[in-house]
């Protein structure tokens, strides 16, 4: 069967809640996807930020298929042999005390809400449903009802009211804007260290260092939304590291899972995480068998060093090409990220992502105008040559 069967399929039987491009995988190894007609493919997106890893590498596959054959479920009403190495190896990695394991990054963030909320009247003494959190305009923290409630984009936002208070929206990169917004009942700070889905935005050199003082001094809490950003993919474990901030909460995801599933977490202090009492927040399949056994070998090959290596290096070499493209307006990133603005007279990004499939390079656009670069950590110098030559031959 050929692509135009399986994207009748999905058009007629699928929710038109996505607009991919018309390519069909269905195989794919390292930095290479294949599609239903034989055609070969550089992946240079990598799920978000999910396959940092690449397709199906093999130690992780190893870990998967192991576990599968052990045991994969449990729920959490019973302890099983890995969870608790994985919260301890994790808590190790990032340096934190405790683990609240989840599913996708979107549960990642309700829940560090919620432990958020919770801290504030439990510890900071703010009053019952009085809590509330300033985040930045522009972010993307996931799809669900209560992330949407401040979101500022109006496709994520509008018609899906009506929309969960409690929330204060300030200019990304604003610290004085975020001074301001802090009350008596402000529970945390949210931001992304770095905004993928707003073309890969990274902040002024103050901004997290000065959010980091700013609750210090209010006794609030600091949660980085580390989902694309974090495990290796700018060079560092978590992008915070590039500021020099600690934060009080992570979300991690995407690459916690390997590419092999859905793996999502919240890390922090034992101050904050330990204000949860069993029966306040929970999940059926958050922390099973399955994903803490990949997640532990997710945490084994970022410990090695390897990997931020590689984005560093190799980002280097992607960010020096995409500087000499004359069909960028500006190319903003760190380490193997990259947003690259497209000049107003030019294509669009939509047209841009078709020009490079055509040519073997899979990329995906943002906010219409913003070619977003995300290959796999793994991708070798030739391989990230080749696509870059791909990405000039449409841009120039």
Aim: aromatic share 6%.
């Amino acid at each position: 069967m050929n692509a135009q069967h399986f994207l009748d399929l999905d058009d007629r039987y699928g929710a038109h809640n996505y607009h991919p491009l018309p390519v069909v995988v269905a195989e794919a190894t390292g930095t290479r996807v294949t599609d239903v007609d034989g055609r070969t493919y550089l992946d240079f997106l990598a799920g978000y930020s999910a396959l940092n890893f690449g397709h199906r590498h093999p130690d992780l596959l190893a870990a998967a298929t192991e576990q599968l054959g052990r045991v994969t479920l449990t729920s959490r009403a019973f302890h099983h042999d890995q969870s608790g190495p994985f919260c301890r190896e994790l808590a190790e990695l990032t340096g934190t005390d405790r683990v609240l394991p989840m599913n996708s990054g979107a549960e990642a963030v309700e829940s560090a809400i919620k432990v958020a909320r919770l801290w504030a009247h439990r510890v900071k003494g703010v009053p019952a449903d009085g809590a509330e959190i300033v985040v930045a305009d522009a972010n993307f923290h996931g799809r669900t009802t209560t992330i949407v409630s401040f979101a500022t984009d109006p496709t994520a936002r509008a018609a899906f009211g009506p929309f969960t208070p409690g929330f204060t929206v300030t200019r990304y990169g604003d610290a004085d804007a975020v001074a301001a917004a802090i009350t008596d009942r402000t529970a945390a700070v949210l931001v992304e260290p770095i905004q993928g889905e707003a073309g890969v935005r990274l902040p002024p050199p103050d901004y997290l260092p000065r959010l980091r003082g700013l609750c210090d001094e209010h006794g609030v809490l600091l949660i980085a939304d580390e989902i694309q950003s974090g495990l290796a993919r700018t060079g560092e474990l978590l992008a915070c590291e590039h500021d020099g901030v600690r934060a009080d909460l992570y979300t991690l995801g995407k690459a916690l899972g390997g590419g092999i599933l859905p793996v999502s977490a919240v890390v922090g202090s034992d101050e904050v995480l330990g204000v949860l009492r069993p029966g306040e927040h929970g999940s059926t399949f958050g922390g099973n068998p399955l994903a803490c056994a990949v997640g532990r070998a997710v945490v084994r090959l970022l410990r090695t060093g390897e990997f931020q290596q590689r984005s560093r290096e190799l980002g280097a070499r992607m960010h020096a090409r995409l500087a000499e493209l004359t069909g960028a307006a500006e190319v903003r990133g760190r380490g193997l990220w990259a947003g690259v603005d497209l000049a107003p007279s030019g294509p669009t990004g939509r047209q841009v992502c078709e020009r490079l499939a055509e040519r073997g390079v899979l990329c995906k656009e943002t906010q219409q105008t913003t070619l977003r670069l995300a290959p796999p950590l793994v991708i070798t110098e030739p391989e990230l040559d080749a696509g870059l030559d791909a990405v000039a031959e449409v841009l120039g």
